[in-house]
Structures are given as structure tokens and as C-alpha cells.
């Protein structure tokens, strides 16, 4: 049962470390959004986005969850695991309502549903 336990929260981990990373990037992007009409390159802007200190902690944390996934997949078939992958939607679209004061459609809220309802199928399975 332990190795179980430490499996899922391998899992825990890749979703909260993926969901920090996408959050940080869009979060960066909105604020940094200026840079866009500064008149340097765009390739020089997405060099500058590379060293915010808060995109780079978003590609950390992108890069900490694909170690964490290597740890899930040592525990768990990659069948049963990566369904669970999936539970990065829900967690991004809450937490992109409430940080990134995104809105929730009715259509997006039951998209959500589904998904969670699906891993629990897939999980199961």
C-alpha cells in the first residue's frame, strides 16, 4: 500500500506542479503584454520573457513535474496513470477563475464534469 500511496503522490505532484507552470506563464504573459509593442524583435522579447524570474520558476516547475511523472510511472502502468493527467483541466480552469479572473461558462463547467467523471471511468478500468 505504501508504494501506492508515494505513486499517487507522484501523480499529486505532476498536476500541481503543471498547473503552477501554466498559471505563472499566462499570469507573466498578461502583466508583461507591454513588451509586445516596444519595438525590439519578438525574438528578443521572448529572450526577455526567458529570464523573469516568475516564467523561469514556471519551467522549473514544468521541468520538477516530468521528474515527478517519471516517479508515477515507476509505480503505476501508464495506462492507469495517465488518465489522471487529465485532472490538470479542472485544477486550471478553477484556479485560472480565481487568479486569473478568467470566467466559467456554463458549457466549460460541464466539459469539467465530464472530464472528471471520465478519469474516474479510466481509473477504474
Not at 513588451?35 to 526567458?50: A, K, M, T, Y
Not at 521528474?67 to 490538470?88: C, E, Q, R, T, V
Not at 486550471?92 to 474516474?120: D, K
Request: proline share 3%.
Amino acid at each position: 500500500m505504501r508504494g501506492n500511496l508515494v505513486g499517487y503522490g507522484f501523480i499529486a505532484a505532476v498536476i500541481l506542479l503543471t498547473v503552477y507552470a501554466q498559471l505563472c506563464l499566462k499570469w507573466r504573459l498578461n502583466q508583461l503584454s507591454s513588451l509586445s509593442s516596444d519595438g525590439h524583435p519578438q525574438l528578443f522579447r521572448l529572450l526577455l520573457l526567458l529570464l523573469d524570474p516568475v516564467i523561469l520558476s514556471g519551467l522549473a516547475a514544468a521541468f520538477l513535474a516530468s521528474i515527478a511523472w517519471m516517479g508515477a510511472l515507476k509505480h503505476f502502468d501508464f495506462g492507469f496513470a495517465y488518465p489522471f493527467m487529465s485532472l490538470n483541466f479542472p485544477f486550471a480552469i478553477l484556479f485560472g477563475s480565481w487568479l486569473l479572473h478568467e470566467a466559467i461558462s456554463v458549457q466549460r463547467l460541464v466539459g469539467v464534469i465530464f472530464i472528471m467523471a471520465g478519469t474516474i471511468i479510466a481509473a477504474r478500468g
